[in-house]
């Protein structure tokens, strides 16, 4: 497919464990946000790729949040030791510009839904 | 500090009234972008509009138009003739410069619903 693909869509975790959520941007994007949305609530910056330069972590929540992404390419968010707060949509966006002279448009995956038990 | 702020949690609208979703931002920097997306209940993201900081006309895409007023750091949401099918989330966001590329942040969102 041609969009941001994001897996998995739902996971159902219990406290304590381990998660990883993938997302696949679309080819020759530079530029992969991470963004968590809690229910009913807005969009939560948590890590932001550009090309090779390094990542801003600034939105990660805690040192049990990671993230890396690969050749530039996919990226992994991994959530350590879930909380049952870290329920939550995770959303991966990924954008083809980096000057400001581009709109800059994000396009989003449809997201990985996950409820820690 | 915040730097998306709207301060409209939920707006009802009569159809076919235009509608103003607010929108303020905090920024020093003079190269910015902002943006308005919609979020329907399926849960996708629909990007609406874009404006650049040095663009010297308010832009427009079809029934939507962004007022811009920079000195007044504001940039809201206008929806012309409003349809049942606009009943949804808004978010604003800002992209600013960080380390030579760009990050985007967004505002807690707009709820808006549209009465038949």
């Known amino acids: 497919g041609a969009g941001v693909s994001q897996s998995p869509s739902n996971k159902v975790t219990e406290k304590g464990k381990d998660v990883e959520l993938r997302c696949d941007p679309i080819s020759g994007h530079t530029a992969l946000y991470w963004y968590r949305q809690s229910l009913g609530q807005g969009l939560e910056f948590l890590i932001y790729?550009?090309?090779?330069?390094?990542?801003?972590k600034s939105g990660l929540p805690s040192d049990r949040f990671s993230a890396e992404r690969t050749g530039g390419s996919v990226s992994t968010l991994t959530i350590q030791r879930t909380q049952q707060e870290d329920s939550a949509v995770y959303l991966c966006a990924s954008s083809p510009y980096r000057v400001l002279s581009d709109t800059g448009e994000l396009f989003f995956g449809e997201g990985s839904r996950l409820t820690v038990l | 500090a915040q730097k998306i702020t709207q301060t409209q949690p939920g707006m009802f609208v009569q159809e076919k009234e235009a509608v103003t979703l607010d929108c303020t931002y905090d920024t020093s920097d003079p190269s910015y972008g902002l943006f308005w997306y919609k979020q329907p209940s399926s849960g996708e993201m629909i990007f609406l509009i874009y404006q650049g900081s040095y663009d010297q006309q308010n832009a427009t895409e079809g029934r939507y138009s962004l007022n811009f007023q920079k000195a007044r750091k504001s940039a809201n949401l206008v929806i012309s003739a409003s349809q049942l099918g606009d009943s949804a989330m808004y978010f604003c966001a800002m992209r600013e410069p960080f380390q030579g590329a760009q990050k985007l942040v967004f505002g807690q969102g707009t709820r808006l619903t549209i009465n038949p």
């Open positions: 790729f550009q090309g090779n330069s390094a990542p801003d």
